[in-house]
């Protein structure tokens, strides 16, 4: 097993705490000395930078949530010096005021050893070629994968998303061994190969694919993998996580696959019931929360993330000490309340991809009949199948046992549902009131 860095990467877990104290008491005084609006509430609710001594003090320290971010738009959060920032991302704020990060220069040294990291922990070796097609521009994640894959040593091609036909061209022209961008996209992709008479196992020499942007489940996950040619080539997927607020991508699982490390050294994570907004135990689903420890422009404290996940404070089989997340269950924002139940779309998928005949192209579509709510998947199958009337009612049964409530099948022609380069879109809700 490869290491970025040995001593950091698997420090006891004792040391990681005492560092991650240490660093939020520095990085509270350093944002109450230098942010108003941050010096504001923390002095309204006590939690001033004299009185964070222990670790049960930082949970005195208010909740920051997007919402701060896009009121105190563009620069409300700086705590840092103007003069310094040498970087501007954000979100794109098609649903809303956008979401913005302001870098100085030790804010990306730091993004960009995160990410060298996570790359080697994945698998990465210096003379791979690596085709970058996560979005390049004001969105975070092209550039966090760019620069981290430099340091590592690799070969980069910044292709950025689209254009599908050059990306396989450049493939096989190049003998890419590594692929990056979101999983919707790997999965277009590959069926683009197919189409095109390119076998992924036999013209191509794809042996890891870094995909995040979007929650991906287990199941899409293996079938990205077969798909590609990433197991046949003796590699894999590997699941990426990150977020504007917290700078960007920021983490990744190791070969091993056990779950998603967050470096600790740089992040606090917390997990916390979003009703009671107390801690839950390591191994239980909540909410996750971070605080960036070391950024030093716009450091946000305990940021309430809205991801649903379990993570693992215990060593990973690879050695790094370091949190894990070892389940993600979808965000709190995802979930939709269809007569009085919550459906996640995370759930759906589940059920759809235990189905080999069944693709990877489907979308959840929620409407009204006569006043109720209705809920429909519309999917199309696997090329060559053919599905019938009892299939779809085993399906429909299946849902329902899964999500508590009833879930038509409707099977589409292939090549009708829509395609994504970028983040999928899976939810379709006719409602006159949209209801979320």
């Known amino acids: 097993m490869a290491f970025f860095d040995e001593p950091m990467e698997t420090m006891p877990q004792e040391r990681i705490r005492d560092t991650q104290l240490q660093k939020f008491k520095k990085q509270i005084r350093h944002i109450f000395e230098n942010n108003a609006f941050m010096r504001k509430r923390l002095l309204e609710t006590g939690a001033v930078p004299e009185e964070i001594k222990s670790w049960e003090d930082i949970k005195k320290v208010p909740f920051t949530q997007k919402k701060d971010l896009r009121e105190n738009y563009p620069l409300g959060l700086l705590s840092g010096n103007w003069e310094d920032v040498v970087r501007i991302h954000m979100t794109s704020g098609t649903t809303g005021v956008p979401t913005p990060m302001v870098y100085s220069r030790n804010d990306l040294e730091i993004w960009t050893e995160c990410m060298a990291r996570n790359f080697v922990a994945g698998g990465i070796k210096k003379g791979d070629i690596v085709q970058q097609a996560h979005g390049l521009g004001l969105f975070t994640g092209g550039f966090g994968f760019h620069y981290g894959l430099e340091r590592v040593g690799a070969k980069v091609i910044p292709t950025g998303a689209g254009g599908t036909e050059r990306q396989l061209r450049l493939m096989q022209e190049w003998g890419t061994t590594v692929f990056t961008g979101t999983p919707s996209y790997a999965v277009y992709i590959a069926e683009i190969a197919i189409e095109k008479g390119i076998d992924p196992v036999k013209d191509l020499k794809l042996r890891l694919g870094f995909h995040g942007g979007e929650p991906c489940s287990d199941e899409l996950r293996a079938r990205i993998s077969e798909r590609l040619g990433y197991k046949a080539h003796g590699g894999g997927m590997r699941v990426c996580y990150g977020l504007t607020e917290m700078g960007g991508p920021m983490a990744m699982d190791c070969e091993y696959t056990q779950g998603i490390h967050i470096w600790g050294d740089h992040y606090l994570v917390e997990v916390i019931d979003p009703v009671t907004l107390e801690d839950v135990e390591p191994n239980k689903p909540g909410e996750l929360v971070l605080t960036n420890l070391s950024f030093e422009a716009m450091p946000i404290l305990r940021y309430r993330t809205g991801d649903r996940v379990i993570v693992s404070f215990e060593t990973c089989e690879c050695g790094r000490t370091h949190p894990r997340i070892v389940s993600f269950l979808g965000r709190v924002d995802d979930m939709l309340l269809v007569s009085g139940t919550n459906v996640f779309p995370s759930q759906v998928e589940y059920v759809l991809m235990k189905h080999p005949e069944l693709s990877e192209n489907w979308q959840l579509v929620v409407g009204e009949k006569k006043g109720l709510h209705t809920l429909?998947?519309?999917?199309?199958?696997?090329?060559?199948?053919?599905?019938?009337?009892?299939?779809?009612?085993?399906?429909?049964?299946?849902?329902?046992?899964?999500?508590?409530?009833?879930?038509?099948?409707?099977?589409?022609?292939?090549?009708s549902l829509p395609r994504f380069e970028g983040k999928a879109v899976r939810v379709r809700d006719e409602r006159k009131n949209a209801m979320r």
């Open 376 to 415: 429909k998947v519309e999917i199309e199958p696997v090329a060559g199948v053919e599905i019938d009337e009892t299939y779809i009612l085993k399906l429909e049964k299946e849902l329902h046992s899964y999500l508590e409530i009833t879930c038509k099948v409707e099977l589409k022609s292939i090549g």
